[in-house]
Nanobody, 125 residues
Framework: QVQLVESGGGLVQAGDSLRLSCAASGLTFTTATMGWFRQVPGKEREFVAA????????DYSDSAKGRFTISRDDAKSTVSVQMNSLKPEDTAVYYCVADTTRHFGGRHPGEYDYWGQGTQVTVSS
């Protein structure tokens, strides 16, 4: 059974940093594209960042580029996203995702096989 468990969410002030982590189990982590989406109530899930199974290629949304950094630790089967210079508009539930089809470049929620339960990030102004 595949499990993705996020941690690291919380309440921070604008300009602060936060690091989200995701522990994966039940899948072949080393061949999975990993990523993060976020969702605000009443809106669709939005792509944030992704990292290829090799770790050599990353992709970021325009809003995340330059502020967020995604990384993976294959030895620990974890993927993290370091979020700097947070803004109130970054407030959302953040979801860890996995694509086990050896595909990279997907920004649509339907392209990811597995999802975590989500962790809340709230940025106050």
């Amino acid at each position: 059974q595949v499990q993705l468990v996020e941690s690291g969410g919380g309440l921070v002030q604008a300009g602060d940093s936060l690091r989200l982590s995701c522990a994966a189990s039940g899948l072949t982590f080393t061949t999975a594209t990993m990523g993060w989406f976020r969702q605000v109530p009443g809106k669709e899930r939005e792509f944030v960042a992704a990292i290829s199974w090799s770790g050599r290629t990353t992709d970021y949304s325009d809003s995340a580029k330059g502020r967020f950094t995604i990384s993976r630790d294959d030895a620990k089967s974890t993927v993290s996203v370091q979020m700097n210079s947070l803004k109130p508009e970054d407030t959302a539930v953040y979801y860890c995702v996995a694509d086990t089809t050896r595909h990279f470049g997907g920004r649509h929620p339907g392209e990811y096989d597995y999802w975590g339960q989500g962790t809340q990030v709230t940025v106050s102004s």
